[in-house]
């Protein structure tokens, strides 16, 4: 219901933008047209998660290659990553989940824009994909500075800020990771995370193997 209100407040700030405008007329259409689009991200955000609460589990035909889509998805946000300053390493063997594509791909986005969220500028990343005690594994690991440990339980809740200790992630409505573990649940699958002895997060990601 919120969506068409949002987007017609979108295509007309975008419209005011065309015209010429002095500096404080410019700056504050343009916060007008960044709080739509915040909006908007929120709006579809929910959705997505109240599909996700009334979705089965994934059938016995989805395959999905988690290693072909981390390569592709690494690739599209290949600009975002770079102007983080982080590097993607990936590694492991190739393996078949029982995941759609949609949202295995919408698995590993998110999880990438959550280290560029909440990491500085330069924290590397490495993505690994395994098969793992009859597990199709995926697993991310950033060099970042973790989460206080009294707060990994809550990292995967709704509107999550752990601002503490991982730096501050303007814009985001705080959902990414809730919306991971809807569609990780959806398919049958867990998620944890744990900080990494060296320092950096980590997020486990177990699947079912597609056979």
């Known amino acids: 219901v919120l969506l068409e209100p949002l987007a017609v407040m979108v295509a007309g700030t975008d419209l005011l933008l065309r015209d010429p405008l002095n500096d404080a007329q410019r700056e504050a259409v343009q916060d007008l047209r960044d709080t739509a689009v915040e909006a908007s991200t929120l709006v579809d955000d929910l959705l997505e998660l109240a599909r996700l609460e009334r979705a089965s589990t994934t059938g016995p035909e989805a395959r999905t290659p988690l290693d072909a889509v981390v390569r592709d998805v690494a690739a599209q946000m290949r600009s975002l990553l770079e102007a983080h300053g982080s590097a ?31 990491t500085p500028p330069g924290t590397a990343v490495e993505i690994e994909t395994a098969e793992v005690d009859g597990h199709a594994l995926l697993r991310v690991m950033d060099a970042g500075p ?36 809807g569609h990780v649940r959806a398919a049958g699958g867990q998620i944890e995370a744990h900080n990494r002895p060296g320092g950096g997060l980590q997020i486990d990601v177990r699947l079912p193997l597609a056979r």
């Open 88 to 118: 993607v390493e990936q590694r492991g063997a190739a393996v078949l989940a029982r995941i759609g594509e949609p949202a295995a791909r919408r698995v590993v986005r998110a999880l990438l824009e959550n280290v560029i969220a909440h």
């Open 146 to 181: 973790g989460v206080p440990e009294a707060a990994l339980p809550l990292l995967f809740e709704r509107f999550t800020r752990l601002d503490t200790s991982r730096t501050p992630g303007g814009g985001h409505s705080g959902l990414g990771l809730a919306i991971v573990v």
